[in-house]
């Protein structure tokens, strides 16, 4: 069944082009999105919200090769699915024995760790920005603590795209190698 977002649509190619591709690739948007949700009721959701923003785009999805069509899908069925938990105060939740079988991203610790674990992350974080050069922390800065989408902060940095990303990558490593030499030396203090 064609969702009713769709079939509101009063241009007939658009309406056309967005009920094939909702045909061709509901089930990947459905399982994407239930990954990380893990609810029937808020993955439906979810997919109407993600359809909309589809539709919103319709003549840049036009243009797009099948394989960037598709990546282009499932970045829009993470990121919205991402932003709701986030915009909800939601965690996802994850059971005892997901962290003891590894599905917690590597953590094998117990829920009550984890909180501790952040805040001495923070705290080494806080005690190395300083040491990160001007632009690394404006790119840190506007992607993780101003939330802003990459196209708008490769603008606002006279970049295209693909360098921008290219630059926050690098910007990741400085901190990312920072962070851990602050955690090392951290842990040799208090052992």
Not at 37 to 50: A, C, I, P, R, Y
Not at 83 to 103: H, P, V, W
Not at 152 to 170: C, D, P, Q, T, Y
Request: aromatic share 10%; net charge negative; charged share 30%.
């Amino acid at each position: 069944m064609i969702p009713c977002c769709i079939l509101v649509i009063e241009d007939d190619d658009d309406r056309a082009f967005m009920e094939q591709l909702y045909l061709n690739y509901h089930r990947l948007m459905y399982s994407e999105i239930n990954k990380i949700m893990k609810n029937e009721w808020d993955t439906e959701d979810l997919m109407q919200s993600v359809l909309e923003k589809l539709i919103d785009k319709i003549p840049e999805l036009r243009t797009k090769p099948r394989d960037n069509l598709v990546n282009y899908i499932i970045s829009a069925c993470k990121n919205t699915a991402y932003n709701f938990l986030r915009d909800n105060g939601k965690a996802r939740s994850l059971s005892f024995n997901d962290y003891t079988e590894g599905k917690a991203g590597g953590y094998q610790n117990h829920d009550m760790e984890l909180p501790l674990i952040r805040e001495e992350e923070f705290s080494a974080l806080q005690r190395i920005w300083p040491k990160l050069d001007e632009r690394t922390r404006a790119v840190l800065e506007g992607y993780y603590i101003l939330e802003k989408p990459t196209d708008v902060l490769a603008r606002e940095f006279g970049l295209s795209f693909h360098s921008f990303h290219g630059i926050l990558s690098r910007s990741r490593r400085r901190a990312f190698a920072l962070l851990k030499k602050e955690l090392e030396e951290g842990s040799k203090v208090n052992p």
